[in-house]
Nanobody
C-alpha cells in the first residue's frame, strides 16, 4: 500500500518561510512525478508545483520565485520550500505522487492527508 505522509505545516507570520516535506512509502516506482497541491477554504485544489524523476520542476505561475520544490529519488521524499509567505498562501497542502503523465489517464495517482499552512498578517 502506498502512503504519503506530509510534515512541516504550521502557523507563520507574513513574510516568513516554511518547508514542507513528504515521505512516500510502499511499492512505488521513482519514475512518477511528485508534487504539491493546495486547497484554500471555499476554493478548488490547485497545483503548487511538481517535479519529475529527472528533477524537472513546474510551478504555478503565481508562485514562481517564492516556492522551490525538490526531491530525493533514493529516499522517496519531496520537499517544498516556501518563502515570502502571504495570507493568500493559507491552505491545506497536499503531497501527490502521479504516474498519469507517464502512463496515461488510467494510471495511479496518490495523495497525502494534507498539512495545514496558516499565514497571519
Amino acid at each position: 500500500q502506498v502512503q504519503l505522509v506530509e510534515s512541516g505545516g504550521g502557523l507563520v507570520q507574513a513574510g516568513g518561510s516554511l518547508r514542507l516535506s513528504c515521505a512516500v512509502s510502499g511499492s512505488i516506482s521513482s519514475a512518477g512525478d511528485m508534487g504539491w497541491y493546495r486547497q484554500a477554504p471555499g476554493k478548488q485544489r490547485e497545483l503548487v508545483a511538481y517535479i519529475t524523476s529527472g528533477r524537472s520542476a513546474t510551478y504555478a505561475e503565481s508562485l514562481k520565485g517564492r516556492f522551490t520544490i525538490s526531491r530525493d529519488n533514493v529516499k522517496n521524499t519531496v520537499d517544498l520550500q516556501m518563502n515570502g509567505l502571504t495570507p493568500e498562501d493559507t491552505a491545506v497542502y497536499y503531497c501527490n505522487l502521479d504516474y498519469r503523465r507517464l502512463f496515461g489517464v488510467s494510471a495511479s495517482t496518490y495523495w497525502g492527508q494534507g498539512t495545514q499552512v496558516t499565514v497571519s498578517s
